[in-house]
């Protein structure tokens, strides 16, 4: 290797080195050292509606939806939050189910929807009636597929809305099942997490998942709720959250009792397919938020082969050598903080394979920014 080819690979490899080091320091650190005390039996100071659309979900509501409604989330042994599941044109036997439990339960009903919203494609028309019908002004959202972590899940989540904050943002992680893919899954979910939650305690929120997900309804009517992605299949929850979250009206919940869970996907075409879908609507970000992500990407992307190639330039060696030592021993650290944190350690032991990894999901994934999609289905 020439002697200015080498420079150049060096100080390429330096500089992702170093603004990998600086996002874990500055942005990921404030979940690995995130501390709040939470009150289990936080006597309920809001009135909650908890709204959650379903299609097809005949097997998954049976094992859920008993947990969202048995919340303890009561003033006098009485409920003060509603349960509205939207029946979004299912065709299996949700229906039947969802009307068999109303008489069991009175702060829960569903709404059916049998004709499908012109031009308005994915979730975002049965999430749009699921709210207007809401009667209390704090929404809580999960999905059909998702079952919290406790029956303290609610709890948790209201005591986000202290001191005026109007967007709380929670976790949603996939439960752990055997094989590669589920670590994979759960890694780029756990990675996600980690992003927009550290973004968001540094001020700086841009999304969140609609799995596990609360805001006031003022709120959604004041930004004319979808309507500025409305021709989206996706974007229910990370587009809404990127229009109207700022540094001042958004908090984080994060506590393994205020997870909401879901099954992972179980076969690689699939979770290509969810992927895919999702990852197109980065590029409808705010142009700041695409700045500070892609930097991080870019480096990340850049940081492995600008290694394998500064590794063969001698006269550098050892100072690259104590560059690659520094910034595994920062991210080692934060990543095993914030694995814990999440509720995820046992992925620290695949988290450096799972790193390099993260080189092939950009080749995979990052087409998906450029080039448009035609219309999906949400499920």
Request: proline share 4%.
């Given at each position: 290797?020439?002697?200015?080819?080498?420079?150049?690979?060096?100080?390429?490899?330096?500089?992702?080195?170093?603004?990998?080091?600086?996002?874990?320091?500055?942005?990921?650190?404030?979940?690995?050292?995130?501390?709040?005390?939470?009150?289990?039996?936080?006597?309920?100071?809001?009135?909650?509606?908890?709204?959650?659309?379903?299609?097809?979900?005949?097997?998954?509501?049976?094992?859920?939806?008993?947990?969202?409604?048995?919340?303890?989330?009561?003033?006098?042994?009485?409920?003060?939050?509603?349960?509205?599941?939207?029946?979004?044109?299912?065709?299996?036997?949700?229906?039947?189910?969802?009307?068999?439990?109303?008489?069991?339960?009175?702060?829960?009903?569903?709404?059916?929807?049998?004709?499908?919203?012109?031009?308005?494609?994915?979730?975002?028309?049965?999430?749009?009636?699921?709210?207007?019908?809401?009667?209390?002004?704090?929404?809580?959202?999960?999905?059909?597929?998702?079952?919290?972590?406790?029956?303290?899940?609610?709890?948790?989540?209201?005591?986000?809305?202290?001191?005026?904050?109007?967007?709380?943002?929670?976790?949603?992680?996939?439960?752990?099942?055997?094989?590669?893919?589920?670590?994979?899954?759960?890694?780029?979910?756990?990675?996600?997490?980690?992003?927009?939650?550290?973004?968001?305690?540094?001020?700086?929120?841009?999304?969140?998942?609609?799995?596990?997900?609360?805001?006031?309804?003022?709120?959604?009517?004041?930004?004319?709720?979808?309507?500025?992605?409305?021709?989206l299949a996706s974007g229910d929850d990370d587009l809404f959250i990127n229009r109207a979250a700022n540094g001042r009206n958004t908090a984080v919940i994060?506590?393994?009792?205020?997870?909401?869970?879901?099954?992972?996907?179980?076969?690689?075409?699939?979770?290509?397919?969810?992927?895919?879908?999702?990852?197109?609507?980065?590029?409808?970000?705010?142009?700041?938020?695409?700045?500070?992500?892609?930097?991080?990407?870019?480096?990340?992307?850049?940081?492995?082969?600008?290694?394998?190639?500064?590794?063969?330039?001698?006269?550098?060696?050892?100072?690259?050598?104590?560059?690659?030592?520094?910034?595994?021993?920062?991210?080692?650290i934060i990543t095993y903080l914030a694995l814990r944190k999440l509720d995820e350690q046992d992925l620290f032991w695949y988290s450096w394979l799972m790193?390099?990894?993260?080189?092939?999901?950009?080749?995979i994934f990052t087409p998906a920014l450029f080039f448009k999609k035609g219309r999906s289905k949400w499920k």
């Amino acid at each position: 290797m020439s002697d200015n080819l080498g420079i150049i690979v060096f100080y390429c490899f330096a500089a992702a080195a170093g603004v990998q080091a600086l996002y874990y320091l500055i942005f990921f650190s404030r979940v690995a050292f995130y501390k709040r005390r939470f009150d289990e039996d936080f006597p309920p100071q809001e009135e909650l509606s908890v709204v959650i659309c379903a299609k097809n979900e005949e097997r998954s509501l049976p094992k859920n939806l008993p947990t969202v409604l048995q919340q303890r989330y009561h003033i006098h042994q009485q409920p003060v939050y509603e349960v509205i599941v939207v029946n979004d044109n299912s065709e299996d036997d949700s229906k039947y189910y969802l009307a068999s439990i109303e008489n069991g339960y009175p702060h829960y009903r569903h709404i059916e929807i049998k004709q499908s919203a012109q031009f308005i494609p994915g979730k975002k028309y049965p999430l749009s009636i699921g709210i207007k019908g809401a009667k209390y002004d704090t929404l809580v959202l999960t999905d059909a597929d998702c079952k919290p972590a406790s029956t303290y899940w609610l709890s948790m989540m209201a005591q986000g809305f202290k001191e005026g904050k109007e967007i709380v943002l929670g976790y949603g992680p996939y439960y752990k099942k055997p094989g590669f893919l589920n670590k994979v899954v759960r890694y780029e979910t756990w990675f996600s997490a980690l992003q927009y939650l550290s973004y968001a305690l540094s001020g700086i929120p841009y999304m969140g998942v609609g799995r596990n997900l609360a805001y006031k309804k003022e709120l959604f009517f004041r930004h004319k709720g979808f309507t500025a992605h409305q021709h989206l299949a996706s974007g229910d929850d990370d587009l809404f959250i990127n229009r109207a979250a700022n540094g001042r009206n958004t908090a984080v919940i994060i506590n393994k009792h205020a997870f909401a869970y879901s099954e992972p996907k179980t076969k690689w075409k699939y979770w290509f397919k969810q992927k895919t879908r999702h990852m197109s609507t980065g590029k409808h970000y705010r142009f700041g938020h695409k700045v500070l992500l892609g930097l991080f990407s870019l480096s990340h992307f850049l940081f492995y082969p600008a290694l394998v190639m500064a590794l063969f330039y001698p006269p550098m060696l050892y100072i690259t050598l104590y560059i690659l030592g520094g910034k595994i021993l920062v991210q080692s650290i934060i990543t095993y903080l914030a694995l814990r944190k999440l509720d995820e350690q046992d992925l620290f032991w695949y988290s450096w394979l799972m790193d390099m990894l993260m080189f092939l999901y950009y080749v995979i994934f990052t087409p998906a920014l450029f080039f448009k999609k035609g219309r999906s289905k949400w499920k």
